[in-house]
């Protein structure tokens, strides 16, 4: 069994690099999440963008407002069972 890497991904991370990783946006004023998988915004964006310059970029669909949080989240649960998630400021 592969060891588990405690590798996560921050603002700096190009998003081709954490293609297993969503992200999540949370709209304030509509409570809204929206998850993103960054597999999809590096084919369509390019894989050198940044986690940082995607959450610069993202606007609410509904109310076109910024994101009040943001965090990844892996799509694989580690041997914990947990789903690391990293909280990313705005
Ligand atoms: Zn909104």
Redesign the pocket.
């Known amino acids: 069994m592969a060891p588990e890497t405690f590798w996560r991904p921050g603002l700096a991370t190009p998003i081709g690099a954490a293609r297993e990783w969503c992200l999540q946006a949370k ?1 304030g ?2 409570d ?1 999440v929206t998850a993103y998988r960054l597999a999809e915004l590096a084919d369509v964006h390019g894989a050198r963008l940044t986690v940082s310059e995607i959450v610069s970029r993202l606007r ?1 669909k ?4 910024e994101p009040t949080t943001a965090e990844l989240v892996s799509e694989n649960a580690g041997r914990s069972g947990h789903f690391k998630t990293v909280p990313l400021p705005i």
């Open positions: 709209c004023p509509c809204r609410c509904l109310c076109q407002a």
